[in-house]
């Protein structure tokens, strides 16, 4: 949106800019109601073992399901959320419903070491935190190594005592950190020896442009996938693969050695119901091959 100097020193604003003001208020407006009239959804993700597509774990991603406007994404409610401060109590309530339904999945037969990743962002980084998930996890009897806290260079950006203080705190609690979307924005790999990690997931962008048309594109991305590969794992973490959404992906990512994948490919991610009825459909099939 543009900015016009206006007449006597005034600004003077174009419609983009009063349809942005105004659809981010409309936002905060349904973040609002979404907390009060419980619309707020942890949709979930399968993330695979690379060697044989089973799974290992579950992603939460937040979903706003508006009874009126229907599904909103959390590209167009995190920002806004984290300027009207919604964002701790969003990321609260995503926390519990995830738990909730990991207790859920684990009473199906073979899902009961899957794991939950659940993403922060950096003001949701406050040090009540482990308490608050130590809450959660004791009254649905998950033990914390099930659990996997997400986190994007944004969070170590911060490189506050109490963002190492909740980070120290959740590996003795025994739950993982993965550095999310690893390999874009800013100079990433310090981080890799400067806080405790131990996933490390390798942003989506790497797993496009390794069907990219130019024949050059892709061979200098398998190089750096497999040198964020190498590093990753002689650090002793381990490394999932985002936006798999072919055959094809996975197959050059298993060639160049990632343990962990997650994309369309396996499944988008689902409501707890849903991926319920693929889990059960899932084991059914495999009790009458067997
Ligand atoms: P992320 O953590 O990197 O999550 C992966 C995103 O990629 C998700 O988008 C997922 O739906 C999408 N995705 C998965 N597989 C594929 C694929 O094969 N192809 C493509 N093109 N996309 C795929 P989503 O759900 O829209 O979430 C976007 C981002 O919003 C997340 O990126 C994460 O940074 C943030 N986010 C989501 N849920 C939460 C939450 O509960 N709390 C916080 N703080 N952030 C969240
Ligand atoms: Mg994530
Ligand atoms: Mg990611
Ligand atoms: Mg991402």
Not at 211 to 214: I, K, L, N, P, V
């Given at each position: 949106a543009r900015k016009h100097g206006g007449k006597n020193g005034k600004q003077m604003f174009d419609t983009s800019m009063l349809d942005a003001a105004r659809e981010r208020h409309e936002i905060a407006q349904y973040i609002e109601a979404g907390l009060r009239e419980d619309w707020f959804e942890a949709y979930l993700q399968p993330i695979v073992g690379m060697s044989d597509g089973r799974i290992v774990g579950f992603e939460a991603l937040m979903r706003?399901?508006?009874?009126?406007?229907?599904i909103l994404a959390p590209a167009r409610i995190i920002g806004i959320a984290e300027e009207t401060g919604t964002i701790g109590r969003i990321g609260e309530r995503i926390l519990e419903k995830a738990i909730g339904h990991l207790a859920v999945i684990s009473r199906l037969e073979g899902t009961g070491e899957t794991y939950l990743a659940v993403n922060f962002s950096p003001m949701q980084f406050e040090t009540t935190l482990p308490h608050k998930l130590a809450a959660l996890l004791l009254k649905n009897h998950i033990a914390p190594s099930r659990i996997v806290i997400e986190i994007t260079e944004a969070v170590l950006m911060l490189d506050s005592p109490d963002v190492h203080a909740v980070l120290k705190q959740l590996g003795e609690f025994g739950c993982r950190i993965a550095l999310d979307d690893f390999g874009t924005g800013y100079s990433s790999l310090s981080y890799l020896n400067r806080f405790p990690v131990d996933i490390v997931k390798v942003d989506q962008s790497f797993t496009r442009s390794l069907?990219?048309?130019?024949v050059d594109v892709r061979r200098k991305s398998r190089m750096l996938i497999k040198g964020i590969r190498t590093i990753s794992n002689q650090m002793g973490y381990d490394t999932v693969a985002e936006g798999i959404e072919t055959l094809e992906d996975w197959e050059l990512l298993k060639k160049l050695g990632i343990d962990y994948g997650q994309g369309y490919f396996f499944s988008k991610p689902m409501p707890i119901g849903e991926m319920l009825k693929m889990l059960e459909s899932n084991s059914e099939a495999k009790a009458t091959t067997a």
């Open positions: 706003l399901n508006h009874p009126e406007k229907g069907t990219a048309d130019e």
